[in-house]
Structures are given as C-alpha cells and as structure tokens.
C-alpha cells in the first residue's frame, strides 16, 4: 500500500535515534582531542631527521649527500654542506648538515626522500597537529625542529625501524671487519716492512705495500 | 491562580499598557505584541537549528554539535556571530535593490502569518474574521521574494532554483488550501479563534479534534504534505537541492542576508505548524479534559514542537524527490484525495450524529486512498535498476 516504505522508514531511523542513546556501540565517532585513536603503524605526514645517542647534533645520520635534495619532488629540502667533519656511526669521518630545511607547506608527503636516503638518515614522522599562525616561518623546520631521536622511530614504525637497526648493525659489522682487516692486514704489512729493510733496498719496500689489497 | 497563569501574557500586556495615555494605549498593545512575537520565533529558530542538527545527527548515528557550551546548546550563538561578520556579497551584475529586498520581503511575510494565529486564550494579535484567507494571502506571497531572490541574482542556479521553487510552492499550495476548506466547511467560519473554540470542546474526556475524524485525519495528512512542499522541506527540498543547485535561490546570499533566508524559512516552518495545530489539532486546547488547567499557551508551543519534531524526523528519513516525482505526486495523488476530501466533510455535514457517517466516510477515504495508491504505483517498477546506454 502507499506509504508503507515511508512509515518503515521512519520506524527505522526512529530506532536509529533511540539506540544512538542507548547503544555505545552505535555512535563510532571517536571525540578527537580528548580521544584519540591509534595511528596505524604505516601512516607517515612529513620527514623527520634520525639520530642515534642522546645528543641530536652529533647523533645526527645525515652526512649532506644531498641526494634526498634533488630527488624532492617540489623541492621542499634545502640543505648546505659543512666545512669540517664528524665521525658517523661506523667512526668514519664525513660531512654533516650545516644547514638542512624542509618547508612541509611544500612537502607533498611523497616519501621519495625516505627512499632514496642511503644512510637511513631521513624517515617519515606520524606527527600531524602542524597548525602554526604563522605561514611562512612557522611551517619552516629547520634541523632541530627535525631531529628526532632513534627511539622515537621506534615507537612510531617498530618493524621499519627494526629492520634499519639490522641492517645498520649489520653494515657496522661489516665496516668493523673491514677494519680489522685492514688493520691486520696493515700490522702484517709492518711487521713485513720492519723485516723487509734488512734484507732489500728501499725501492723494492714499495711494491708490496701496492700489491697487498689484491691479496 | 492557574487562570492567573494561562493569561498572564494578557494582563502583562495589560498591565504595561496601563501606564500610557489613553490615545496610545492600543497602539502601544500591538506594537508590543508584535515586538513578543519578533521576539520570539527567532529564539525558537535558534533553538530548533541545534535541536535538528542532533536530532538528525542521532538518526545518523553521529553526536551532532556537542563543542559550543554544554551538549553545544551555544551553536546559534556562534553561528550567528559568523553570519554577522561575514562580508555581504552583491554580484556586480545583479539588480541591487531587489537582491536587497527579497530576503526583507520574505522575513516580512512570513512574520505577518502571525499575526492572526491564536497561541493561546485570547492570546491573538489581530482576530479578524477572515483570518484564514489573510493567513493564506501571505503564506503565498513569500513565492514572490522567493522568485526575487532568485532571478535578481542573476545566475542561472538561483533562478532555477526559484523556478522550482515557484512551481512547487503553486502546485502545493492548491493542496494546502484544499486541505483546509474542509474545516471552514465544518465549523462555518475562517476566523481561526472560532476555529479553535468549536475544537475546544470534550465528550467524555476526549476533546473535539478536527484530527479525530476520519475527513480531518485525511485533511490533516494532506495538509502536513502540502506544508511540508510549501516550506520547502526535505523531502521536497528541491529548490535547495544542493547536489544539483549549490543553494538554489539564495545562492547569491551571504552573510546576514542568508541568515535572514534561513531564519524565514524556519519562521515559516513554525507559522504553518502553528496554523495546522490551529486547523486539526484544536489550537490551544488541551488534549484531555482533566489537562485543561495547564496554561493553554504551552499546549500551543507543545505541539509546535512536536511538529518540528516531525519535520525533523522526516528530513532525517526521506531522500529528496525527483521533479516529476514532486509535480505527479501533487497533481496525480494530493489534490485528488483534497477533492474528494471536500465532499466527504460535507458528507459528514448532512448525515447527522450516529455510528453510521462514522463508517461510510472512512470507507471513501479508505477506498480512495488505496485505489489511487494503487493506480499510480501500477507501472512502477520496484526491481533493481537497469541502465540503458546511447550506442
């Protein structure tokens, strides 16, 4: 008969509106400042700067290769080279960022620099209450606004950032083997050269110190 | 005490009044009932915003506003103070004055339906005989701002939206008209105070409701759907479809003159509630015999609000119609029904009191209203949709 589906209808939202006062479950929206959900562990907004140790200066992975740089879709990174050098994870001395900006009212989220970065430097950070009054210094972070420390990566993507500590301990080994190595290999190469003299003149000391590496 | 009560508007008016010169005194009245009734629609307006922002909230399983003031009571506090700072934009190639006058036009003659609804025991602005037809004089001309607002603006949403809004509200206001005259033919008289005193009577207990029988309980569906059309409500919304429209007719509008859009539309919603209670519902009477010490004007806003609440519900339920749908339905169903109406009252006129009118005149109804159903949805389709492709 006609109006059956009108008054079916509005027997249901009837319900609906009833239950909305009743029923917990109904009402799935979440009051977002006084709560909030977890943010899944793949959600990324904008870069961040990893560094390891408690002193975000020195810690800093970031060696100023500035690869990230020119990969950034709307070029939203600015980075400037330092004069002198610091010592990175492995102990080896390298470049460090004097100067590293990134404008995220540019930044498109796009993660291309986290996946270019070949020191595990740069990675995505979940933070998203951003808001500032002021344009344009406001959404300029410059590296201390983007250093966050390794633990933090930890707590916001553990997997990802499990996996980087492996293969950064495991790239650390490597280098300290190397290193050892050579170190070994230059002990010999010593102890080659404090027998050597007696035995040959100078000219030939040179030659095995250039054949040693092929060995 | 209680009568105390019930007129206090009265003798409040009486009693402020009663300081003036004599000359004055009843210039000062209705200028200071007016002022009451300017006063207070747009605070109920106020009020039933927030109401049906959570009431349609909760049908949608959603809070509604919660954020301004305890349970966001303050909502139209705020939202009152942005309509108020925003910039008041006039399109350069739109007729200034008219674009000016329209939303004033339609505020204006919304308000003046007031004028001659009773609220409450002798609580009436202006009783006049023909306080029906001044009523419906002025509900019609609210298409004439309606169609100012839309075709001043100059674009071709607004005026589509005005087009449809002028068809609608003509098409419908057939109906609502209709559906009243079968309760002037009844009682005899368009003044809506007799009106409501010819319902004001109890037979065991139970008052004389024009809804309590069967040519009123057809009249007031009937009327209830016109209103609804006339306001422009969901679900016959379509002068403001905003998926087709923007806002239809007061797309051009912003700021306060907007506000002033809404605040009509809302008026209007209030003055034709009022005006159906007056028709079908008995006014200001109570609803049982032992209830008629409360104060008659609370039965009247009670039942305002339980309009609203309808209003409400529906919009909360129903998806908008389609054009022909909105134009078949009015034409095809109501006005028919509105018809038959007529002669059916006047059936119940001349067969005298007994058991008998009683069945014959719900039968008709009964009859019609299934065979008329039944005929229009005979070559509808109710399957799921199939689409058909240009080759």
Sequence with gaps: MLGEGILKGLAETAKNFAGSFVSKERLTTVQYPEEREPLPENSRNFPF??????????????????????????KCIYIEKS??????????????????DIDISVCMSCQICVEVCPFEAIKMNTEFELATDDRFGGLLLDRKELARSNEYYHQIHPTEAAEVDA?????KAKAEAKAKAAAEAAAAKAAAAAAAPAQTPAPAAVKPSEGEPKQ | MIER????????????????????????????????????????????????????GRIQNRFGPNRVGPYGIFQPVADGIKS????????????????????????????????????????????????LLFYFAMGASTELSVFMAGWSSRNKYSLLGAMRAVAQMISY???????????????????????????????????????????????????????????????FDLPEGES??????????????????????????????????????????????????????????????????????????????????????AWKFVLPMCLLNLFVAGLWRFMGEGWLRWVVCSAILMLAYVGIGWAGMRRKQFGPRSYRYAD
């Design chain 1, 49 to 74: 700067l990893v560094y390891d140790g408690t002193d975000w200066e020195k810690g800093l992975r970031c060696v100023a290769c500035q690869i990230c740089e020119k990969e950034c879709p709307p």
């Design chain 1, 83 to 100: 004069k002198d050098k610091k010592p990175d994870y492995t102990g080896k001395p390298q470049i460090y960022p004097a100067k590293f």
């Design chain 1, 167 to 171: 293969r950064l301990a495991e790239e």
């Design chain 2, 5 to 56: 009560l019930d007129q206090i508007f009265v003798f409040l008016k009486h009693w402020l009044v009663g300081y003036l010169p004599a000359g004055w005194q009843t210039a000062a009245g209705v200028i200071l009932s007016v002022v009451a009734i300017v006063g207070l629609y747009p605070a109920l307006f106020a009020l039933t915003t927030v109401l049906e922002r959570k009431g349609v």
């Design chain 2, 84 to 131: 108020l700072t925003k910039e008041d934009i006039v399109p350069t190639s739109a007729d200034g004055v008219v674009h000016f006058l329209a939303p004033i036009a339609q505020v204006v003659t919304v308000f003046m339906g007031f004028a001659v609804l009773p609220m409450g025991r002798n609580m009436v602005l202006i009783d006049i005989d023909a306080g």
């Design chain 2, 173 to 235: 206001e057939v109906a609502l008209l209709l559906s009243s005259v079968v309760v002037v033919m009844i009682t005899g008289s368009l003044s809506l105070t007799k009106i409501v005193e010819a319902q004001n009577q109890y037979s065991y207990g139970l008052p004389h409701w024009y809804i309590f029988t069967p040519w009123g309980l057809a009249g007031f569906l009937m009327y209830a759907i016109a209103a609804t059309a006339e306001t422009n409500r969901s679900p």
């Design chain 2, 244 to 329: 087709e429209l923007v806002a239809g007719y007061h797309t051009e509008y912003s700021g306060f003159k907007f506000a002033l859009f809404f605040l009509a539309e809302y008026v209007a919603m209030f003055s034709i509630s009022g005006l159906g209670s007056t028709l079908f519902l008995g006014g200001w009477s109570a609803p049982f015999a032992f209830l008629t010490w409360v104060p008659s004007w609370i039965w009247f806003f009670g039942k305002l609000f339980v309009s609203m609440g309808v209003f409400i519900w529906l919009r909360g339920t129903l998806p908008r119609l389609r054009q022909d749908q909105l134009m078949n339905f």
